[in-house]
């Protein structure tokens, strides 16, 4: 096969379904949320800043400096990188302990959401 010079396209595995619904379900009441797709997957964005959202098998949120060094001592806690080596900046990777609780999902979501809110609104790119 001859070179292109393209790089082969990346491909993603879909959210597990019981992963969609959890997700969904944590971010249906939170107040002024947007949830469109980003790469395919569903996210939550607050004044165009996105807070939260699922990638391959993971749920991630974006959190302040302070909460992040909190959320680092849960056991599990890792930085998302959606590719290997590049890290979101913000970004956290929620455990499934995490997850499986919802008092504790929906208490670290609600942070997520208040550090979007303190960030300035996101304007839209015009479109080309």
Known sequence: MAE?????KMTWEHAPETLV??????VQFLP???V????????????????TGL?????????????RAEFMQISGATFFEPMP???MRDYMVIPAPVIEKAELLDSWL??????????PPK???KQR
């Open 4 to 8: 292109t010079g393209m790089k082969p």
């Open 21 to 26: 619904q959890t997700f969904m379900g944590a």
């Open 32 to 34: 002024g949320i947007q």
């Open 36 to 51: 469109r797709k980003m790469f395919g997957y569903p996210c939550a964005f607050y004044q165009g800043q996105m807070f």
């Open 55 to 67: 990638h391959q098998s993971h749920m991630f949120l974006r959190l302040s400096d302070a909460d």
């Open 85 to 87: 080596g590049r890290p």
């Open 110 to 119: 609600e942070r997520s959401l208040s550090y979007a809110a303190s960030l």
């Open 123 to 125: 304007v839209p790119r």
